[in-house]
């Protein structure tokens, strides 16, 4: 291996994870700010909803760093059950909040959201069941599927805003249709990186 491959592997290493958290952090820090303004008191699924998602977005990027699984495994193992956890909070209180504002929101954006949240805790439960198996390729591309997920929100705010300064606000379509954009880009941004990893890695992925 040579010392450009090296230190570009580094380089790459140390900003997938940085760019991930960056990603999540939007929508946490948008989500935080609107809580705090608002006259109402959140609801307790909004809550736990958010409670969850900042812990699973902003350590979850970290899990994403080759140095921190080689260096230190038993904090990756450790970091990675709290975010089983954190992520199927996720993932059933957005179950719970696309169902209890069906009526609201259409059933477009709905069945979006149902869509991502089935998709979500589902690649968790099969990340966690692959590493119980000690099957390191399936959890980490389940792992990965179900991050993607997770970090819709911080896509859409940038596929929304991305939008507004090209045409201006987009209307109730077209904002459905970029977040259904996000999940979809997302989970393909991640299956491109399940495959391409060495072959070694990825021979028991399906």
């Keep these: 291996m040579t010392h450009a491959t090296t230190t570009h592997r580094r380089t790459t ?12 952090a939007a929508p946490l820090a948008a989500g935080t700010v609107s809580l705090s ?13 958010a409670l969850a998602a900042a812990p699973y977005t902003l350590l979850g990027g970290l899990q994403f760093a080759p ?6 495994p038993g904090l990756h193992r450790a970091a990675g059950r709290l975010l089983v956890v954190c992520g199927l909070v996720v993932a059933l209180t957005g179950l719970w909040l696309a169902v209890a504002n069906a ?20 690649s968790i ?3 966690y069941a692959a590493i119980r198996r000690r ?24 596929l929304l805003a991305f939008a507004s300064v090209i045409s201006g606000p987009p209307g109730p379509l077209s904002t459905t249709l970029l977040m259904g954009l996000a999940w979809a880009g997302n989970l393909a941004v991640a ?16």
């Design 67 to 72: 140095g921190l699984r080689a260096r230190r």
């Design 125 to 127: 439960v099969l990340g």
């Design 37 to 49: 303004v608002s006259a109402a008191p959140p609801s307790p699924a909004v809550l736990l909803h």
């Design 135 to 158: 099957d390191i390729a399936r959890h980490r591309a389940w792992m990965a599927r179900g991050y993607a997920l997770g970090l819709g929100a911080g896509t859409q705010l940038v």
């Design 191 to 206: 299956e491109w990186g399940v495959r391409r990893r060495p072959q070694r890695l990825r021979r028991s992925v399906s």
């Design 13 to 24: 290493g140390r900003l997938v994870p940085a760019g991930l958290i960056l990603l999540g």
């Design 103 to 122: 009526w609201h929101d259409g059933p477009l954006p709905t069945g979006f959201r149902i869509a991502a949240g089935t998709l979500m805790a589902g």
